[in-house]
């Protein structure tokens, strides 16, 4: 079965530091797709970042970037000079290839950023 | 904004009776899904249509819950006899077919059952 576990229930970090989000997932497939969703409180969830299992270099995007481990199966999320609209849950995904519509999802963790 | 939009917020609403859910994707995509989400958990897939095909349904899906998109746009979700264990947030999202896609979430419907 594919699972997907977020270690960290809740996690907090003063405005401007960097903090990372571990995500392990388990498969037993070698084609797939991972992503980091934010779901800010009351609002919608969006994505923030999105990888391909093929690529061996991790995927980056603006202060977000993430440490894609195939072989551990890890697919931790790094946060640089975290901002206070960063203070959103954070849920890791993933999807096979081979089923184009559901998405394996994490519990999440609460990153909350103090001023 | 031309986001996915779904109504109502929030339903409060008694045991037994029915609700439906309503949600209108971005008018470009082709895919729509519809999640459930208790507090602290992650999104719980429940169903998901092409235009206006219905492609699977979860087994979390039982049959008090019924899905429709009839003309491959908007899309409704009805539960009949509602239970207090249907209490959640309902998310619906909106794709372009293709695995790699991201999904884009409406604002979701609250739903409590009292």
């Known amino acids: 079965a594919q699972t997907v576990t977020q270690s960290q229930p809740e996690m907090s970090v003063q405005e401007a530091e960097t903090v990372t989000l571990s995500c392990t997932y388990d498969?037993?497939?070698?084609?797939?797709?991972l992503f980091w969703y934010k779901q800010p409180p009351s609002r919608q969830m969006i994505l923030v970042i999105r990888?391909?299992?093929?690529k061996q270099q991790n995927a980056t995007e603006n202060r977000f970037s993430v440490n894609f481990q195939k072989a551990a199966k890890s697919f931790s999320l790094k946060i640089s000079d975290s901002q206070l609209g960063d203070t959103a849950m954070y849920f890791c995904?993933?999807?096979?290839?081979?089923?184009?519509?559901?998405?394996?999802w994490g519990a999440g963790t609460k990153l909350i950023i103090k001023p | 904004d031309t986001g996915v939009s779904q109504d109502p917020r929030h339903k409060i609403t008694k045991r037994g009776q029915n609700v439906t859910f309503r949600c209108d994707p971005i008018?470009?995509?082709?895919?729509l899904y519809w999640y459930r989400q208790t507090l602290g958990q992650g999104p719980e897939f429940l169903t998901y249509f092409q235009n206006e095909a219905q492609l699977e349904k979860s087994r979390l899906l039982s049959d008090r819950f019924s899905a429709e998109r009839p003309k491959g746009s908007f899309s409704t979700l009805e539960i009949q006899r509602t239970e207090q264990g249907d209490s959640a947030m309902y998310l619906c999202?909106?794709?372009?077919?293709?695995?790699?896609?991201?999904?884009?979430f409406g604002n979701g419907t609250r739903l409590t059952v009292t």
């Open positions: 498969t037993s497939e070698n084609n797939y797709y």
């Open positions: 008018s470009e995509h082709n895919r």
């Open positions: 999202a909106s794709s372009f077919e293709g695995f790699s896609s991201p999904l884009h």
């Open positions: 995904a993933f999807i096979l290839v081979r089923s184009n519509y559901q998405l394996i």
């Open positions: 990888q391909e299992a093929y």
